[in-house]
């Protein structure tokens, strides 16, 4: 008997300091792993994030280059300065649509071009309505007419209006972004004479965030897109375009338990579960967020 239990404890020893160790030292791996695997992951994430925003800078530079054309344009100085003067009003206001009309074509994702001038007239070419001389988004923004020209002529910049609803046009609803800047008269600098508005699809912004390692129909993982004091300029749900999701400047620590709210509120994603990246270009005053859950 004594020889019996003096085996079962020499072989129940023999397996206590055999297993452990190798018990541990597969804990140790995994952790190991885990933790190498959520880091490359985290690095690689972010570094696409950058490079999404390298690629919408590159694409929105093209757009400002088209703004620059025309607010810069002699032609049409001198057309909204008749206008502003009631000048040839007629004659100006076909010579500026047709302008417009052509450089409208010229790019994919423009669907308005708008010149507001001082006096209150406004000029367009628009895809989105049945007759091509009315403005489709105007009357459904936030911003009165006025109250945009003001904002815009104010400065020397180019601004960045955030996405919103615009129109329902051939059964289909559009949101859109708008970048302008006020007409430049280099012979008199000044000189408040007019603004000019490019309306963009919102589609064009979810193009540049879309990746293959994100799909955007995959609802686990998904990138969006907020803008200045937490406006959604673009998210897969339209319902959640131009709404905001804070108002006030926040470090980048408080913004993401904002997005780590939105996640759980409209997806449903178990915040233990779900991570949340972001890029926050601050030349564009955006942020990429990317969002991955189970």
């Known amino acids: 008997m004594n020889k019996i239990s003096l085996r079962k404890k020499i072989i129940s020893l023999f397996i206590l300091t055999s297993t452990i160790p190798i ?11 885990s933790s190498t695997l959520r880091k490359n992951t985290e690095m690689l994430t972010r570094t696409n994030l950058r490079q999404m925003a390298d690629n919408m800078k590159i694409s929105s530079e093209s757009y400002e280059d088209l703004l620059y054309q025309i607010y810069t344009n002699d032609d ?10 009631e000048e040839d009003v007629a004659v100006t206001v076909n010579q500026l649509r047709r302008y417009l ?3 409208l074509n010229t790019k994919d994702y423009i669907r308005s071009i708008t010149v507001i001038t001082d006096s209150g007239q406004l000029v367009t070419y628009d895809q989105l309505t049945p007759t091509t001389y009315d403005n489709s988004w105007m009357k459904n923004y936030s911003l009165q007419e006025a109250d945009l020209y003001e904002q815009i002529s104010s400065d020397n910049k180019t601004h960045i209006l955030p996405t919103e609803f615009g129109t329902r046009f051939a059964s289909e609803d559009y949101y859109l972004f ?4 006020r007409v430049i008269d280099y012979r008199a600098l000044e000189k408040r004479s007019a603004v000019v508005i490019v309306s963009l699809d919102e589609q064009f912004l979810q193009e540049l965030i879309k990746s293959e390692q994100s799909d955007q129909t995959n609802d686990s993982n998904y990138n969006y897109l907020v803008g200045e004091r937490g406006r959604m300029m673009s998210y897969m749900d339209q319902d959640l375009i131009g709404s905001t999701l804070f108002d006030q400047a926040l470090e980048a620590e408080d913004r993401e338990l904002y997005y780590a709210d939105l ?3 409209s997806d449903g994603f178990d915040p233990k579960y779900s991570s949340i990246y972001t890029y926050y270009d601050e030349e564009l005053n955006w942020e990429i967020v990317h969002v991955t859950g189970q």
Do not use: E, Q
Not at 78 to 84: F, P, S, T
Not at 178 to 181: F, R
């Open 23 to 33: 018990i541990l030292l597969s804990l140790f791996t995994f952790y190991n792993t």
């Open 76 to 85: 049409v100085v001198k057309w909204v300065d008749n206008l502003n003067n």
């Open 101 to 103: 009309r052509g450089l």
């Open 178 to 181: 708008h970048i302008a800047h």
């Open 263 to 265: 996640a759980a509120r």
